[in-house]
């Protein structure tokens, strides 16, 4: 069993940055064969793919985020980071982490992240 716990979103400006973490329990060696993301829900929306990063450190971005968005992960801690720069009001959502085991996927509870212009 495996649990994530985000951290990191907020109110910011639009031109700011967040940087959001998800913490993942159960065996570093489980967790760290998993492929790891970010995904967003704005309100009325579906929720959506935003950074994928696999157990081998290949990442993946929404083409809304290139070249403003970094996904990375520390294996010790286990956790998986999200810097988030040049945010605008689009970027607002409830962010959810992933973690992708072979059986099945876990979500996080989500966190907030509003971008006022």
């Known amino acids: 069993q495996v649990q994530l716990v985000e951290s990191g979103g907020g109110l910011v400006q639009a031109g700011g940055s967040l940087r959001l973490s998800c913490t993942a329990s159960?065996?570093?060696?489980?967790?760290?064969?998993?492929?790891m993301g970010w995904y967003r829900q704005a309100p009325g929306k579906q929720r959506e793919l935003v950074a994928t990063?696999?157990?081998?450190?290949?990442?993946n971005y929404a083409d809304s985020v290139k070249d403003r968005f970094t996904i990375s992960r520390d294996y010790v801690k286990k956790t998986v980071y999200l810097q988030m720069n040049s945010l605008k009001p689009e970027d607002t959502a409830v962010y959810y982490c992933?973690?992708?085991?072979?059986?099945?996927?876990?979500w996080g509870q989500g966190t907030q992240v509003t971008v006022s212009s």
């Open positions: 992933n973690a992708d085991s072979s059986s099945r996927p876990y």
């Open positions: 159960g065996s570093i060696f489980s967790v760290n064969r998993m492929g």
């Open positions: 990063i696999t157990s081998s450190g290949i990442t």
